[in-house]
């Protein structure tokens, strides 16, 4: 048993064995990008960059005194660096709330996905499947390389038939998100801890 085969068991990575349409098509002697041709769009759309979920101000309260508790336990402990992180965690999602989700243009194309002025090619992507983050839909597109790991394209109500029925041809459709051992955990904390009334 080898170090990547545990690592890839427990979510921290994702290498795969087989061999897959992008792989082949990598191992090509000639370059993907020769053989393109004229980009033409397929399908385009303006949507939100980001969605948000508006919070109650009950959860709101509540985490704000579950992280002056834990800083002032950290002050008692003399950890001041723990109490800079709080703080920096609590001011950070303040400003992402607070600044407002820009319109973005996203578009499919026989070249790749453009989101945001950025082209990815169909090659540098791996998978796709469809999740509702704060009830909008988005379109989640892994890709191969490490940086960025995954796509977030937030799609417009009836966006999504069209959109699948584009991507299926390039890459595989998955039913639900993958799930590593990190997401499970989180998920099985999270239902525990309910802010809900």
């Not at 243009?105 to 453009?114: A, C, D, F, K, M």
């Not at 998978?127 to 597109?141: D, H, M, P, S, W």
């Not at 991507?167 to 051992?181: A, N, R």
């Amino acid at each position: 048993m080898e170090l990547a085969d545990i690592t890839n068991f427990l979510g921290m990575t994702n290498i795969k064995k087989e061999k897959s349409r992008v792989a082949i098509a990598q191992t090509q002697a000639v370059s993907p990008r020769e053989d393109l041709g004229e980009k033409i769009s397929l399908y385009a759309w303006e949507a939100i960059s980001r969605p948000q979920k508006a919070l109650d101000k009950k959860m709101i309260r509540t985490l704000i005194i579950i992280a002056v508790i834990f800083s002032l336990i950290f002050i008692l402990m003399q950890e001041f660096l723990l109490v800079v992180l709080i703080a920096s965690i609590i001011f950070m999602s303040y400003i992402i709330r607070a600044t407002p989700a820009e319109s973005l243009r996203y578009e499919l194309n026989t070249h790749g996905v453009s989101y945001a002025g950025t082209l990815y090619y169909w090659y540098d992507l791996s998978r796709f499947f469809f999740k509702n983050t704060a009830g909008a839909e988005v379109l989640c597109v892994d890709t191969i390389s490490g940086i960025p790991g995954r796509l977030y394209l937030t799609l417009n109500p009836g966006d999504r038939e069209k959109v699948k029925e584009i991507t299926e041809k390039y890459f595989d459709f998955l039913e639900s998100e993958p799930k590593t051992f990190v997401d499970k955990a989180y998920d099985s904390v999270l239902d525990k801890i309910s802010f809900e009334k």
